[in-house]
């Protein structure tokens, strides 16, 4: 994008839009911002009117050039679909011109005339600086203009005044759940739990998986059991043991007795493992076909949005039952060679079986040692009978090999500031 670095957006209040031809396509009449709960907010868009009073969106990406002389759009194909604007979207002009705000420090009052976005070298722009008016409480006089960091305004967006639950989640609706759980770990205890306990049970467990072993069991404890058993439940079983094994026993057998049946089993079997081998860090839940499923059953399989990608990479062979513990085990099979392979074809006519399966009680170093000896992103784990109970993926070898603390953001700093201490 051909742009100044800083634009202030009242400026643009306006300006024609033209397509690469030159043509106008409309004027702009506002900024679309999408607010973040510890970044500034980011723009992602602008409003423009077009003929008959029509107003669309037109992505930040779209733009080639952007100044207070014109908009410049890349493409000359557009959505025309009227704009509405998201419960996490803010529209700077109409929303923030003219707001009653406070700087820090000092608390002064204000009114706000304009708003800059600026453009980062990674070609995101973003709402860093506002133009603040000083209330001086005489007709006559115009106060001091003040122009000053995002950070320093009180009172610019909701979020920043924390002005519920439903605001937080409507920030963070869209964000990774590792992403969300570094967000949780910033905000005070109460409003943390406060906003887990508003997730969905689905959320929630996706989030804790990424979270730190004490806010796991912080916010865990937060909920009434009956919802801990439901949220338990969606993790994936070694997550949930994971998470368990930091309870005290009776908590342990509370809440795998109010979960059911079928997905208290796993975890309870998991929970017999010791602590550093294969049966301990291993997913109970691969997937797993028998030899007379097809080639295209296979793939049809792994494309299932809920599977890991560590996890969809590769199918287990084996005898039924498919569920863990399973029959024989008889191999396995990557991705790789599944799309290289006739749809119609057997999967037991194309089984991996030359590379020796773990066991419950190898260790994690050899785990880790083998994994990296034939390049595999998951290890099949087999019993003294041969049935497969599980799998070691890749993503549980780094989980258990990182230090303890390493998801703690907390942690990470003070390690960062000794660094740079002895340094």
Not at 36 to 48: D, F, H, N
Not at 142 to 171: C, F, K, M, P
Request: aromatic residues 2%; hydrophobic residues 45%; contains cysteine.
């Amino acid at each position: 994008m051909t742009s100044p670095t800083r634009v202030y957006l009242a400026r643009l209040a306006g300006v024609a839009v033209f397509d690469p031809n030159g043509d106008l396509v409309g004027r702009v009449r506002d900024a679309v911002a999408r607010l973040r709960l510890t970044q500034r907010p980011e723009i992602v868009g602008l409003v423009a009117e077009m003929p008959m009073r029509r107003r669309i969106f037109l992505s930040i990406n779209r733009i080639t050039s952007i100044d207070a002389e014109a908009v410049v759009l890349g493409t000359g194909t557009l959505n025309l679909r009227r704009f509405e604007k998201r419960p996490n979207e803010l529209l700077v002009i109409q929303e923030l011109l003219d707001r009653r705000v406070q700087l820090d420090p000092g608390g002064q009052s204000g009114a706000v005339v304009d708003v800059a976005m600026e453009c980062s070298r990674g070609g995101e722009w973003a709402l860093t600086r506002v133009a603040v008016r000083e209330q001086t409480g005489r007709l006559a006089r115009r106060g001091h203009l003040h122009q000053v960091e995002w950070e320093r305004v009180r009172g610019l967006t909701g979020i920043a005044d924390a002005r519920g639950t439903a605001n937080l989640l409507a920030v963070l609706e869209d964000m990774r759940p590792a992403d969300l759980a570094n967000v949780l770990q910033d905000l005070p205890d109460a409003r943390r739990n406060e906003v887990a306990a508003a997730l969905d049970d689905e959320r929630l467990a996706d989030v804790l998986s990424e979270l730190p072993e004490h806010d796991q069991v912080e916010i865990l404890a937060a909920l009434d059991r009956e919802r801990a058993a439901d949220v338990l439940e969606e993790m994936d079983p070694d997550d949930a043991a994971d998470l368990l094994n930091e309870l005290p026993p009776p908590e342990q057998d509370v809440l795998l007795d109010l979960m059911q049946p079928d997905e208290a089993d796993p975890v309870r079997q998991l929970l017999k493992y010791s602590p550093g081998t294969a049966g301990s860090v291993m997913t109970s839940e691969p997937v797993i076909m028998p030899p007379d499923a097809t080639v295209a059953e296979a793939l049809a399989r792994i494309r299932e949005p809920q599977l890991s990608p560590a996890v969809a990479a590769q199918v287990f062979v084996a005898r039924a039952p498919m569920t863990t513990p399973t029959g024989r085990y008889l191999g396995m099979v990557h991705f790789q060679r599944l799309l290289r392979e006739p749809p119609a074809d057997l999967l037991g006519g194309v089984v991996v079986n030359d590379i020796d399966p773990l066991q419950p009680a190898t260790p994690l170093p050899e785990i880790t040692r083998r994994m990296a000896t034939y390049d595999l992103v998951a290890m099949p784990v087999i019993d003294q009978n041969n049935r497969l109970v599980g799998a070691v993926t890749v993503d549980d070898v780094l989980d258990h090999s990182l230090p303890r603390d390493w998801r703690d953001r907390d942690a990470m700093t003070a390690q960062t500031e000794t660094d740079g201490a002895d340094g």
